[in-house]
Structure formats: structure tokens, C-alpha cells
């Protein structure tokens, strides 16, 4: 049976000098014991994977609400598909593959119901009431630091301050890190992500672009002759051997996608050896020293991970057709208004009359002060998933619902 030691021996002899090695951790907020048989960051795969945040991410929206069809991607579904090909990639850089997964699990556990509809609409809530602005990395850290209550000794996961740091400072087009006024553990607060995290970053913005479009074909909101105003598409047929090609239109779907991410993946590949090879970087230290200059407000340096100039061009340019023919297609834009609606209702149900929250949620006992209610509301919707939140609507504004 091999040992955590020798497990972390084997990460010394075939991990990059810039991977970030287990033993390296600054280790948890709660001390324990090391496992005998698995490092820190198999450890924090595992409480996240086995944690009600994970579990919920399978009725919460991607794009296509669930009752629009079983075909479509979930929020747990891209997560799998975000770990696999951070993975997949990190192994190519030679990275810590067990901090990427733990990392890549966990980025999305604070998305509200109904994906970015939800997200925008709580928000909205939230600044018209003068309160702090609902951030999901910001909630994705709550969860794991706070709100999951698993073990006896410390509320959350108690996971590694690398993973923390990736969850709450995960950045892509849709995903905010979370603002230092908002970070307040110093240990958090002045530590840079490693190159693992990052590498999530890109994988997540990989899977999303992506997988976007295979759901965007599927349900018809968006079309081929739609695409074809984008060249990295135009590229991609080709490299595929052409549209004529293929008499199946649903295997034509399947091997555009795939070709797709392989060419993003090997343009991001290259690109990113050619930075590692300009810095020179010997340790894991140096990059999140890095890293943490790179996001302080006079911040000077590129992004260690990323594609080449013109692959992020092809993209930028191909994400801005989606999001002018998909997520603004009128299907999308009835579900998502229709999304907004309703978890305002449900919010302003809950402030008007909180006795209507579970025991577990309001504290009958204990005096809230309105940011305090407006924060717990948010959390507790935050929570839900669209099936529940659906439920609860059902519950609160139809007549003769059981409650």
C-alpha cells in the first residue's frame, strides 16, 4: 500500500519546480492530523465531493433551466467537465492534479438557483437594500469555510488554504475574485492563487464556451450559419475535414465540439510554456508571489496562464456571438426574466413576513438588524435549487399548495 509520504516523495521526483506540492500546503485553519494514506488535497477532493452544496449542483442551472430537456449541461455536469479538463491539462504542465480537481469541484458550489439569472437578480436585491452584493466565489468560500456543518471540532470543510484561495479568487468573463474588503483572513488576503488554480480559471472558461455551443445547437437558439460569423469556428471545420463531410448533423455537432476544445487546448498549451519559459519560475512560492502582484490594484505583469493573442481574439469574438444569438435568444431571455421574477417574489415574501423561513434558517430568538436579514434571506435562497425554488414559489403564491 503506498503512504502519503511516499506519495508526496513521488510529487517531489515528477511535479514541475512551479507545481504546488502537498507538502508545501500552509496547511488548514483547524490543525489535524495528516492522513496516512491520502495528501491534503486528495482529502479536500473528497469533503468536497461528499458535501449538500456538490449534491444540489445537479438540479442548478447551466443556461437551460432543468425542465427544459435531460440533454442539456447542469451545474454539476460542467463541473465535471471543468475537473477533467483542468486535469487533463495540468498533467500536461506537469501540476498538481489533486489541488486542480479539489479546486475545480468546488468553484461553483455558491451559484444560485437558475445560473446568472439568479445571480443577477440577487444582486439587484441586494444593492437597491444598500447591502453587500451577492459574489458566488464569495458564497463558494462560505460555504466550505462556514456554512457546511460536517464536523464536530469547526464549522465548514476546514479545507487547504490553496484550495480556499482558488475558490475565492477564481476569475473568468463570468466569475468575480473575491474584493479584499471582502477577504478577512489575512492568511487569504495576501496570498496569490497557484498555478493550479488558474489553470481551473481557463478550464472553466474552456467548458463553458463549449459546451455552450453543443446546448446552443441542440435547442435550436443558435445555428451553424450563426457560427460561421466566427473564424475559430471556420477553422474548426475545417480541421474537421468540412461541414459536407457529414451526413450525421448530430455527429457533425459532436466532433466540432471536441475539435474545438482541442485546438483551444493546444494554443493555451503552447502559449502558457512559452510564459514559464520567459520567467523561469523555481517553486510554487514564486508564482503566488506573483500572482499576488498581479492583483493588487498597480498591478504590473501578464496572467502566467492563457492563450495566444490571437486565439483569445478568436474566442473573445465567437463568446460575443453567443451571447448575442444564445443567451439573448427570446427562449433564453423568457426563462432567465421568468427566473428573475421569481426569486424576487420569494425574497420579498421572506423580508415582509421572516417568520416564514424554516427554524434552521431564522432564529426566532435572536434580533436580526436589516442587513443581517436581507444577508441570511440571500444565503438561504442562494442555497436552493431550481427545483426547490420552483417548489417554494408554488408554495407561497398558488392557492392549496401543501406547505
Known sequence: MRTRKEIEELEDKILARYAMKSKDSIGRRFKESDHEGRTCYQRDRDRIVHCEAFRKLEYKTQVFVIFEGDYYRTR????????QLARTIGRNLRLNEDLIEAVALAHDLGHPPFGHAGEEALNKIMEEAECKKFNHNVRSFDIVTKFEKRYPDFDGLNLTNEVLIGILKHQTVFDNPGTHSEIKERIIKDEGPTFEAQVVDIADSLAYLNHDIDDGLT???I?????????????AV???GGASKFTDQEMFKYQMVKTLIDMQAKDFLRATQERLKK??????????????????PKKTGERLVGFSETMA????????ILNDKLYHHYRVERMTAKA????????????NNPQQLPYNVYQRHKQYHRKDLYETICNYIASMTDRFALDEHKKLFEPYQKV
Open 219 to 221: 435547442s435550436g437558439c
Open 76 to 83: 454539476l455536469t460542467h463541473t465535471i467537465e471543468v475537473a
Open 238 to 240: 475545417a480541421a474537421s
Open 223 to 235: 445555428t451553424k450559419e450563426d457560427l460561421l460569423e466566427s473564424e475559430l469556428w471556420k477553422k
Open 279 to 296: 520567467y523561469d519560475f523555481k517553486s510554487s512560492r514564486e508564482v503566488k508571489e506573483y500572482n499576488f502582484r498581479l492583483s493588487r
Open 313 to 320: 481574439g478568436e474566442r473573445n469574438h465567437l463568446q460575443n
Open 340 to 351: 428573475r421574477r421569481i426569486l424576487k417574489n420569494i425574497f420579498d415574501v421572506y423580508v
